[in-house]
């Protein structure tokens, strides 16, 4: 049973700060991570991915600059710091895992968590 599982979603201001975590049931080894999410309405959104190590990462363009992914390997844990939020960041937040090569392409992703709500609303 491979398991992730997000944590640090809740309700902020516009331009607020919030940390999300995500713990594997498994050691993460090779796999790639990401995060996504997904408005009601809307489609599933690559929201920020890291290899191995934090070398190689993609940002949406909308979070580039506000949004930081962090893979520790020796805790096998992954963040999202993201800073500044706004309205259009609502969402629910997921953390996913798997052998990627283009950080976007969803079906690359094996694993998945249940994800982890963010509201930023005033």
């Known amino acids: 049973q491979m398991q992730l599982v997000e944590s640090g979603g809740g309700l902020v201001q516009p331009g607020g700060s919030l940390r999300l975590s995500c713990t594997p049931s498994?050691?993460?080894?090779?796999?790639?991570v990401g995060w996504w999410r997904q408005a009601p309405g809307k489609k599933r959104e690559a929201v920020s991915c890291?290899?191995?190590?934090?070398?190689?990462?993609y940002y949406l363009d909308s979070v580039s600059g506000r949004f930081t992914i962090h893979r520790d390997s020796d805790k096998n844990m992954v963040y999202l710091q993201m800073n500044n939020l706004k309205p259009e960041d609502t969402a629910v937040y997921y953390c996913?895992?798997?052998?990627?090569?283009?950080?976007?392409?969803?079906?690359?992703?094996?694993?998945w968590g249940q994800g982890t709500q963010v509201t930023v609303s005033s």
């Open positions: 996913a895992a798997g052998p990627v090569i283009t950080p976007w392409n969803e079906k690359e992703y094996t694993y």
């Open positions: 890291t290899g191995t190590t934090d070398r190689e990462t």
């Open positions: 498994f050691i993460l080894g090779y796999n790639s």
